[in-house]
């Protein structure tokens, strides 16, 4: 009856004919029976849904019976129903998209249960489709109609099996793995070796002290770099593979790499953004063998001021294919390290040492002018043969991987004001400044101890922050620190980068695995070779690129979460039982999020703490009068459960009568 009424009062492309102002810009407490609203389905995975507006107004509830065929993640009009609970409740009129076209989960004999919490249950459609059997892990296409049913179209092995799981989440994100045939054909053609023609009009620098610094399993090598010290100074040289000269613009190559926008990494796998034979091979600088580059070029005076650059083409040979570990010992001055480094080339130490200096200089530069340094620690998974999880574990930050991080920086730095300065259409890595309502919630929480930071921040702002705390709350404020502020992203302007306090910055390092770097080092190449009108060339180029890698960088930050958080459960699967001191790493209403000293992490839900804890969201607290819990709290707990990628908490006995 309401879709009929909705017909009757004419469409446009699928919408409500009529001001914008009737269809989306009632806010919660204006809302009446009868509106239209416009929002995407969040599923409950139990029958029932919300609808989350798009103007930001307050959830809708929507029952089964009304959701008429929509599933989570839908974009969706619906008419408002009632104002009884929360913001109101509504029903489906019409599908504007469906954004979930299939379905992955585990067959019961009846249906799919999907590893997307929001989906519940889909009912199989038998007919046609591949055959599974009861436990199977498969991938279905969901079928238009209502009830919603589904096609399964892929087995994946059996429930619980790592290698099926990760594949589930692969299919589930839409992850691509094998290359279509044009890119394998495209990419048979591109020799394995630099030939003379191409070295023609480059700086040579194969003469120089260069060599790559990766971890120990890595395969493939898109930056090297090389310091040399000068009587008033540094010269600092950082290489990049130039993959620009092998993916030429709107190839089938090309094509691809816009579409995977960056190569995607599991503990046991990657699904590299080019075929191995780039990544690996003729794009990677490998060592001992000749490689195209894009160079820049940096002089520092004694205080690591920038005082010139060049930026060029170039052709390098890498003299060691070094470790961080490897660096780290012949920083420590193990001998055994500096002589594997001798034996390469004798002249590799003092270029680490002089690369040291100049490191030190620019950490301590970069400090000075208000650079947010949060230091969190990344966890490392450990995997076996078929797919079993040997051990989780936090990954020690060296100084070697800040040296290099430090190199980077400061090339994305110089090659970002170099082309922002002209003006040239480009992609540039973002930050903004943190959004007034995240830093109220910041001050809110900081508030406890008795700090805050101003309502419009300065990057020094939140680096004194983190230099004023006790090491006793710094992990726990970090983390609420680090949540206030702004996701980077990629754009054709130049904003700044406010986590780094950078005026200019893009990332220019990593073109094998990332598209914004390939995407600029095509523009640069243009200009160095004295192309003209650059904007009508690119101006449309920068904008697709910059959206595109935004979206599928997301995508794959969320799928790599998934794997880890799926990968440190299957580690605990024989662990339920056993007892551990863990850190509250955040607060909830549904309860508190402790990790354990590997990184794992769990929940203990509120409704086993007992005693009416209630949730403080201003001081982000869990508290019932007589205990409160805060991020940042010492626990005791218990491993009480393990499902798929969750891991359940509770609280230790003695820790309950605390």
């Not at 509504?90 to 379905?103: A, F, G, I, S, W």
């Not at 960056?262 to 990677?284: H, Q, W």
């Not at 294919?321 to 004798?346: C, H, L, P, Q």
Request: hydrophobic share 40%.
């Amino acid at each position: 009856m309401y879709r009929n009424n909705f017909r009757k009062q004419g469409t446009n492309g699928g919408k409500p004919v009529g001001k914008k102002d009737d269809f989306n810009k009632r806010n919660k407490s204006s809302r009446r029976v009868g509106d239209y609203v416009e929002g995407k389905v969040q599923g409950s995975g139990k029958g029932f849904a919300f609808l989350i507006p798009s103007d930001g107004g307050e959830d809708l509830f929507i029952a089964a019976r009304d959701l008429f065929g929509a599933i989570h993640g839908d974009d969706v009009v619906a008419k408002v129903t009632g104002t009884r609970r929360g913001g109101g409740e509504c029903e489906v009129l019409k599908v504007l998209k469906r954004n979930v076209t299939d379905v992955v989960g585990v067959f019961d004999g009846f249906g799919v249960g999907s590893i997307e919490r929001g989906l519940g249950t889909v009912k199989v459609e038998f007919t046609g489709g591949v055959k599974a059997q009861k436990g199977d892990k498969v991938v279905a296409k969901i079928m238009d109609g209502s009830p919603v049913r589904c096609k399964i179209t892929e087995v994946l092995g059996k429930e619980g099996d790592t290698l099926a799981d990760i594949m589930g989440v692969i299919r589930s994100y839409k992850l691509r793995e094998d290359f279509p045939a044009a890119v394998i054909k495209e990419t048979a053609a591109i020799p394995d070796e630099v030939t003379d023609a191409e070295e023609k009009g480059r700086r040579d620098f194969r003469d120089d002290i260069v060599v790559t610094v990766d971890g120990a399993t890595s395969k493939d090598f898109d930056d090297a770099i090389s310091v040399v010290k000068k009587p008033n100074g540094y010269r600092l040289f950082v290489h990049i593979a130039d993959v620009a000269e092998y993916v030429k613009e709107n190839t089938p190559l090309d094509r691809e790499a816009i579409e995977r926008g960056t190569s995607v990494y599991f503990a046991d796998r990657v699904l590299p953004m080019l075929p191995e034979k780039l990544s690996n091979g003729i794009c990677s600088l490998n060592e001992g063998v000749d490689r195209l580059a894009m160079s820049c070029v940096m002089d520092f005076d004694g205080e690591g001021n920038i005082v010139s650059h060049e930026i060029c083409e170039g052709v390098i040979r890498s003299k060691a294919r070094m470790t961080y570990d490897w660096v780290e010992s012949i920083f420590a001055g193990e001998d055994e390290a500096i002589r594997r480094a001798d034996e390469k080339n004798v002249a590799i130490v003092p270029m680490l040492t002089a690369a040291k200096e100049l490191a030190e200089l620019l950490m301590k530069k970069r400090a000075a002018r208000g650079s947010v340094e949060f230091d969190i620690e990344e966890s490392e998974i450990v995997m076996g043969e078929n797919g079993k999880v040997l051990d989780v574990r936090k990954r020690a930050r060296l100084f070697s991987h800040k040296l290099i991080e430090e190199f980077m920086l400061a090339a994305n730095e110089t090659v970002a004001e170099h082309f922002a300065t002209r003006k040239a259409p480009f992609v540039y890595r973002v930050h903004e400044v943190p959004p007034l309502e995240k830093v109220e919630s910041l001050n809110d929480y900081l508030a406890a101890f008795g700090l805050s930071v101003p309502d419009k921040p300065a990057p020094e702002d939140y680096a004194r922050l983190i230099e004023s705390l006790d090491e006793s709350v710094k992990g726990a404020v970090n983390r609420v620190a680090l949540r206030s502020m702004s996701k980077a992203e990629y754009k054709p302007e130049c904003l700044g980068h406010f986590g780094l306090a950078a005026e200019y910055y893009c990332h220019f390092t990593s073109p094998i695995r990332r598209y914004p770097d390939l995407a600029i080092h095509r523009i640069i190449k243009y200009f160095l070779r004295g192309g003209a009108d650059a904007k009508k060339k690119f101006g449309a180029f920068v904008s697709e690129a910059s959206v595109k890698s935004s979206e599928r960088e997301k995508i794959a930050e969320e799928a790599e979460r998934k794997v880890d958080d799926l990968l440190k459960a299957k580690f605990m699967q024989d662990k339920i039982g056993e007892k551990y001191t863990a850190v509250v790493s955040g607060v909830t209403e549904w309860g508190l999020f402790c990790e354990l000293d590997n990184s794992v992490e769990g929940m203990i839900r509120v409704e086993t703490l007992g005693n009416n804890f209630k949730y403080d969201e201003k001081r982000m607290l869990l508290g019932n009068g007589v205990r409160a819990f805060r991020m940042g709290d010492s626990v005791k707990i218990r491993v009480e459960a393990v499902n798929y990628d969750r891991v359940s908490f509770v609280l230790d006995e003695d820790e309950s009568k605390r």
